[in-house]
């Protein structure tokens, strides 16, 4: 009994310093919780043993006197003593549920918790936050990896550009099928895109490039709706997949897009598969975000075009969160051997950040919600640097480039915002 109960100890206290991220007053379902949120951080041996442990410790809780007598060798804490039967009632119908299903419960339970936790302070990339909520690092303070450093500037990028820059992104994305896996590459595509369009780095995995169709000619009309209603534009079968323009034309990717772009006079527009579940604004809730690639550089969208590609190896997600955690050590070993990065702790959540703190530069916040995936304030005011100033008109240089937002949806969250609390407008638009 003695070794299930030292692993109650040690999840009760993972438990605690969770809540103390969280900035709430831990709960008997937490344990439960907690055994869910640690298979995402330790291996299925390890969550096994400790679901078993659990249950075995959890059962063999007694009621005394209107409270719970926990076997010797716990520490019940006073969330665990006080506890009300029915909680206990409770934890045990969790607990009892089959080991795969508990482990499923992490990804929501990790989405509603990194978005809490961003909004207390503790602003770090997916991964970091994963360790950090699970207990697997030991690290019980805020830690404002992102906040705390100068956001990315195009000179950066540019120096690993450089140091990335005898890996084909092409290649490597190819080599993903095969046992000889060349990261550099993908890497390299990956801190360039979300650099340009500030997707999370598992968002890069499902977009789709749109362009407009190249087999009808193009009124006035339908560029205009492409650009004041991307959404309604793709649902009016106006745009096509840059692959199926690519069929026709034999062209590269990249050259496909920028000749429909000029055929059309009308932009390309990037799908975005969201990867919220969540949202703080139901009403906002949409299985995609649009952004529309207006005056975009080729350079931008040569890279964007092949990232689309990502989408068509059918890449599992744990085979994508292995990829994500080779990508960001080989990340900070380029950085490492660039003195100009030398001041900067880097994770592809670092690309998003500042992309974040650009657009709220040149945009005003609602619009920028819209390009980052976020609609609320709280959670935008988090990416980015605070308090960052709009910078006046300038001429547009390459790296001064930003897709612009989906005006429908940009203005859905405006009218949210603004309106008193308890009402907002009608369900997002449905791609």
């Not at 439960?32 to 640690?38: D, H, L, N």
């Not at 076997?71 to 029915?86: F, I, L, S, Y």
């Not at 929501?108 to 503790?122: P, S």
């Not at 703080?280 to 995609?288: D, F, G, H, V």
Request: aromatic share 4%.
């Amino acid at each position: 009994m003695e070794q299930y109960v030292n692993a109650l100890n040690r999840i009760a206290d993972c438990v605690e310093k969770r809540a103390a991220i969280l900035k709430r007053v831990p709960v008997l379902a937490d344990l439960a919780e907690q055994t869910s949120i640690r298979s995402k951080a330790l291996s299925k041996s390890t969550i096994n043993l400790e679901i078993a442990a659990i249950r075995k410790v959890v059962a063999a809780v007694e009621i005394e006197d209107g409270l719970l007598a926990w076997p010797e060798g716990t520490h019940p804490r006073d969330w665990m003593a006080d506890a009300p039967a029915e909680d206990l009632d409770g934890l045990r119908v969790s607990l009892d549920r089959p080991y795969r299903t508990i482990m499923d419960d992490a990804g929501k339970l990790l989405e509603r918790d990194m978005e809490v936790a961003r909004r207390n302070g503790f602003d770090l990339g997916e991964e970091e936050m994963i360790e950090l909520l699970s207990g697997k690092r030991g690290n019980n303070g805020p830690r404002h990896d992102q906040k705390a450093q100068r956001h990315l500037t195009w000179r950066d990028l540019m120096a690993l550009e450089i140091e990335l820059s005898d890996h084909d992104p092409l290649d490597s994305l190819t080599s993903l099928k095969s046992g000889k896996t060349r990261l550099e590459g993908t890497l390299r595509l990956f801190i360039n895109v979300t650099w340009f369009t500030g997707m999370r780095p598992v968002e890069v995995w499902a977009c789709c490039l749109m362009v407009p169709r190249t087999d009808i000619p193009f009124t006035q009309e339908m560029r205009d709706m492409i650009v004041a209603d991307p959404a309604r534009a793709i649902g009016e079968d106006l745009m096509m997949t840059v692959e199926q323009a690519a069929t026709h034309t034999g062209d590269s990717l990249g050259m496909t897009a920028r000749n429909a772009m000029i055929r059309a006079g009308a932009p390309c527009v990037l799908m975005i598969t969201s990867a919220k579940t969540r949202n703080a604004n139901p009403e906002l809730k949409s299985p995609y975000r649009l952004q529309i690639l207006k005056d975009i550089p080729l350079r931008q969208l040569n890279l964007i075009a092949l990232a689309t590609q990502g989408r068509r190896l059918r890449l599992t997600d744990k085979r994508k969160d292995s990829i994500r955690a080779s990508m960001t050590k080989l990340l900070k070993a380029a950085a490492r051997r660039e003195p100009l990065l030398a001041d900067l702790n880097l994770n592809l959540y670092a690309f998003r950040h500042s992309f974040a703190t650009r657009a709220k530069r040149a945009m005003d916040s609602h619009e920028a919600a819209a390009l980052t995936g976020h609609t609320s304030e709280a959670t935008l005011h988090v990416y980015g640097e605070r308090n960052v100033r709009k910078g006046g008109k300038t001429k547009m240089r390459n790296e001064d480039w930003l897709p612009s937002p989906d005006p429908v949806f940009a203005a859905m969250i405006k009218e949210i915002w603004e309106r008193p609390s308890g009402t907002g407008p009608a369900a997002a638009p449905k791609m």
